[in-house]
């Protein structure tokens, strides 16, 4: 199991540089949630990006996963009120269940002259996403692919799930999406 690492400063440079351990991409995925917002973003190499009007207050963030196709950091905000993280590659994931869950949102609400896209249900849940241009009313509900870490503890003989790690987004028919290399306007 990987271990736990300290972070002095969460924010936008942090998860910057982050983006080698667990993509060979320019982009990543980003699952934040803090007190204002829990959603989806994107981290590029210089900047991250969240929906309209969202600036997340790093020193409040409860949970955020960085993930992709190599990886996943998981970072929590322990009860000290320090940050702390954990990277789990999929080279270390070797005991590990692939599963497909369901993200909120069956419906689709484009936002203007933007990348952005607001899933929502009619019981008022929403989820913001940056794939205006990519994502189609039959891809939905997407789906979180998740692995289920499975460890062995050779004193009680039992195998069970010990950790989680975010690993895609896709959509209906589980094909994976990929994070918009181009966050400006209207991309």
Same mark, same amino acid.
């Given at each position: ?35 204002? @917002? ?11 990006? @969240? #929906? ?14 960085? @993930? ?18 954990? =990277? ?40 913001? =996403?940056?794939?205006?241009?990519? =994502? ?17 503890? #050779? ?33």
């Amino acid at each position: 199991m990987p271990n736990r690492t300290l972070i002095e400063q969460l924010n936008s440079t942090w998860l910057s540089q982050q983006l080698g351990d667990i993509t060979a991409n320019d982009t990543a995925w980003v699952f934040l949630q803090e007190p204002a @917002f829990i959603g989806f973003g994107v981290v590029t190499k210089n900047d991250t990006y @969240f #929906p309209p009007k969202v600036n997340p207050d790093w020193t409040l963030t409860s949970d955020l996963r960085l @993930f992709g196709e190599k990886g996943e950091w998981h970072v929590w905000r322990d009860w000290d009120g320090k940050h702390y993280a954990r =990277l789990w590659t999929l080279k270390e994931m070797t005991d590990a269940i692939t599963e497909h869950h369901f993200l909120w949102g069956t419906e689709k609400k484009d936002i203007d002259n933007g990348p952005w896209t607001k899933l929502t249900e009619d019981r008022g849940t929403e989820i913001w =996403l940056p794939l205006a241009k990519k =994502l189609k009313d039959t891809d939905i509900p997407l789906r979180l692919r998740l692995k289920q870490i499975v460890t062995y503890d #050779p004193i009680t003989h039992i195998a069970g799930i010990t950790d989680a790690a975010l690993i895609g987004l896709t959509k209906s028919d589980k094909s994976l999406l990929q994070p918009p290399a181009d966050m400006s306007a209207g991309s």
